[in-house]
C-alpha cells in the first residue's frame, strides 16, 4: 500500500483540472499525503513551518514587490525620468553602460541591487527610454523594446558576470570548494581576480555594443529631423 502514498500527486492533477484554487489545493495535497504516512497533524504543521523559515528570504523578496509597486504609484517613475531630463548629452546607451558599470561595481562589494522587478523596471528602463526621447525625441515602439530589452540585458550581463568577483561571494566558495576536492590548488582570492577580468571584458563588450545603439539611434533620427526640415 505504499502507492496510497502518491495520492498528494492526484489531488494536485484534479485541482489543477477542475481549477480549484491553487494554494488550497497544494495544502490539502501535502496535508493528505502526509497523513497517509503515518504523520500526525503536530509534525504536518512543525514540518512546514520549519520549511516557511528556511525559506524566509524568498517571503522577504515576495515583499519587495508590492513596495515597488506603490513607490511607481507615487511618483517613483516620474522622478526618475525628471532626473534624466536634467543632465544633458545621456543617451540610452551611455545610460545603460553606466549603470552596468554601477551594477559590477555593486558586485565587487558584495552589494545586491535587486534585479528585474525592483530596479530594472521601475527605475533604469525608465530612465533609459527618458534619455532617448529627451534626445532624439519621440522614438518608434520597436526602439521603445530594444531600449527595454538592452537594460535588461545589461542586468544580466552585469549580475552574471560580476557576481564571483566578490571574494566572499557563494559563488566563489563553491567554485575553491569544488577545485580543491578535485585537487587543483587554488585560492578563492585567484578565483575572484579571474572573474574580476571577465567582468571588465564584459563590461567593455557591453559598453561597445551600446555605443553602436546610440550611433544607429542618432543615424535614424537625425535622418528623420532632416527629411521633417
Not at 108 to 133: C, D, E, T, W, Y
Amino acid at each position: 500500500m505504499e502507492w496510497i502514498k502518491l495520492i498528494g500527486i492526484l489531488i494536485i492533477l484534479v485541482g489543477f483540472i477542475f481549477k480549484f484554487d491553487t494554494i488550497a489545493v497544494v495544502i490539502v495535497a501535502a496535508l493528505s499525503t502526509a497523513l497517509v504516512s503515518g504523520m500526525s497533524l503536530y509534525e504536518f504543521f512543525t514540518m512546514l513551518g520549519e520549511a516557511f523559515v528556511n525559506n524566509r528570504l524568498v517571503t522577504i523578496f515576495l515583499l519587495t514587490l508590492p513596495m515597488i509597486g506603490l513607490s511607481e504609484r507615487f511618483g517613483l517613475r516620474q522622478q526618475a525620468v525628471i532626473l534624466i531630463k536634467k543632465i544633458k548629452g545621456l543617451t540610452p546607451g551611455k545610460f545603460i553602460t553606466l549603470y552596468t558599470a554601477l551594477r559590477e561595481l555593486a558586485g565587487l562589494f558584495g552589494i545586491r541591487l535587486s534585479g528585474h522587478p525592483q530596479f530594472v523596471r521601475p527605475i533604469v528602463n525608465p530612465m533609459a527610454q527618458a534619455a532617448a526621447k529627451h534626445t532624439y525625441g519621440d522614438i518608434s515602439k520597436e526602439d521603445e523594446d530594444n531600449i527595454k530589452a538592452r537594460a535588461a540585458a545589461n542586468e544580466n550581463f552585469a549580475n552574471f558576470f560580476a557576481q564571483n568577483t566578490f571574494i566572499a561571494s557563494a559563488g566563489v566558495l563553491l567554485i575553491y570548494g569544488t577545485l580543491k576536492d578535485l585537487g587543483y590548488k587554488v585560492s578563492d582570492a585567484s578565483i575572484a581576480r579571474m572573474a574580476l577580468l571577465v567582468a571588465v571584458i564584459a563590461l567593455i563588450l557591453s559598453a561597445v555594443s551600446n555605443w553602436l545603439f546610440d550611433k544607429k539611434l542618432a543615424k535614424k533620427y537625425n535622418k528623420i529631423k532632416g527629411v521633417d526640415k
